[in-house]
């Protein structure tokens, strides 16, 4: 499910060579297929309108919030997932909908909820009881009322990095379902509120459903049980979280995760949103660096290249690891050899891959990281002040650049000496 592939020896970006996208762009370089985001949306809305079921896809943007790549989802009916205001900010100008745009996060600012509240978003996921009173004060001092999710914290393993695991009790997110009524009795007595939905997220690349089952069910029962109490629960937002295979992993087809949903709450007739954020975009982008030295010491051979894991920090902070291929294609028969592939920055961690098969290479070869679409680009820093790279968007054989490579004068714009150094 993604439109990299080798073309007459080389890899292409749907109907575009990658050496022609890096001669213009320089690497290393982040490219998005449009062809493969759209693929995706349409695999994951279609399972679940086979399924029965009536949903609306919020793009969890955070996964990748480039303007562009939000708005080619965006004109394929998607809303969006935002969780600060600058992600609503760049929600607005992609051009979302702002009654399609979902609120969610443990820490909104009283500043983003006016913002929010202003510009008319279609939900809150509210996630503590001091952030529901501020809401409430904040919505009714400007004579509104939004309508409200809480999310629920449901106790379930996700089985997922445990640091991108959401839904136990010890993790920071939601309210303890045990505690559900008592909020919502709350919620329901304060002005400026509508508390009409439930909502709930257990993690992130679970590669099983049945953590979903489990955390779905309690929040039917809660359902069941909150509707008896006199509330009106419209919505359900059911999260995002479903994995991807970065190669070795055997995550559910989208069809069963939908089946899932339906088997576990479509009885209740609840109007169902989704917030995916990886499944969507992570096979849809691919970072793609070059080779600045192949170093070959005693023990193993260093590729060692342009991109670094101030680029690409997954593989240092949760061990991830994203195939690495060459972008030009190996003759059959070529022989492979196992490369650490490391970036620049002067930290041990700054590894990509380790013992990655590889064939013979050498300075300048262009180096393709794969499913690097998703929490790539949008978790880039400036350390070992690196400036942070181009994005190109491909959709057949026509590309742009979505995001220019910063020049190192940007970002020393924002510095200055003490006045006492002058
Ligand atoms: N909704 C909420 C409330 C979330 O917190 C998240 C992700 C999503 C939706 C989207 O989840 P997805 O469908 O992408 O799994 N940086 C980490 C992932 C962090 C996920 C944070 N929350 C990584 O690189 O693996």
């Not at 996921?125 to 501020?134: A, D, G, I, W």
């Not at 439930?198 to 809660?222: K, Y």
């Not at 400036?387 to 026509?398: N, S, T, W, Y």
């Amino acid at each position: 499910m993604s439109m990299f592939e080798y073309r007459n020896g080389e890899m292409y970006a749907e109907d575009v060579p990658l050496s022609r996208i890096a001669e213009v762009t320089g690497t290393p370089v982040y490219v998005y297929s449009a062809g493969t985001l759209t693929e995706a949306y349409t695999r994951f809305a279609s399972a679940l309108a086979e399924a029965g079921l009536n949903a609306r896809v919020c793009y969890a943007m955070k996964a990748n919030s480039n303007i562009a790549v939000i708005r080619t989802l965006a004109d394929l009916g998607a809303g969006a997932d935002v969780v600060s205001g600058g992600e609503l900010d760049r929600a607005l100008i992609a051009g979302v909908r702002a009654e399609d745009i979902v609120f969610s996060g443990v820490g909104k600012t009283p500043g983003e909820m006016q913002r929010a509240i202003t510009a008319g978003i279609g939900q809150f996921n509210v996630e503590s009881v001091p952030e529901l009173e501020l809401l409430s004060h904040v919505s009714a001092s400007a004579g509104a009322t939004v309508d409200i999710a809480i999310r629920v914290n449901p106790n379930v393993d996700a089985n997922t990095h445990h640091k991108i695991s959401t839904g136990r009790q010890e993790d920071k997110f939601g309210i303890d379902i045990a505690r559900a009524q008592e909020i919502y009795a709350l919620a329901a007595s304060l002005p400026g509120i509508a508390p009409i939905a439930v909502a709930v997220h257990i993690g992130s690349q679970l590669t099983d459903v049945s953590p979903f089952r489990a955390a779905f069910a309690r929040v039917a029962e809660l359902v069941g049980e909150l509707r008896a109490a006199g509330h009106d629960i419209r919505k359900l937002d059911l999260g995002g979280g479903l994995g991807i295979d970065y190669g070795g992993q055997t995550p559910p087809p989208v069809e069963d995760y939908a089946a899932v949903v339906a088997e576990t709450v479509g009885h209740l007739g609840c109007e169902l949103m989704f917030e995916p954020g990886r499944y969507l975009a992570g096979p849809a982008g691919i970072l793609v660096t070059q080779v600045i030295y192949a170093k070959e010491a005693e023990a193993r051979r260093f590729a060692i290249v342009d991109a670094a894991m101030n680029d690409l920090i997954r593989p240092a902070l949760y061990d991830a690891v994203h195939r690495i291929e060459p972008a030009r294609e190996p003759a059959p028969e070529t022989a492979l050899h196992p490369w650490d592939v490391v970036g620049p920055v002067c930290e041990t961690g700054d590894t990509f891959a380790k013992g990655c098969e590889l064939p013979a290479l050498s300075d300048g070869e262009l180096l393709v990281m794969r499913d690097a679409g998703a929490y790539g680009a949008v978790m880039s820093s400036v350390y070992n002040s690196r400036p942070l790279v181009a994005e190109v968007l491909v959709r057949g054989d026509a590309f742009a650049i979505v995001r220019e490579r910063q020049e190192p004068a940007t970002f020393l714009g924002y510095e200055s000496l003490a006045d006492w150094q002058d």
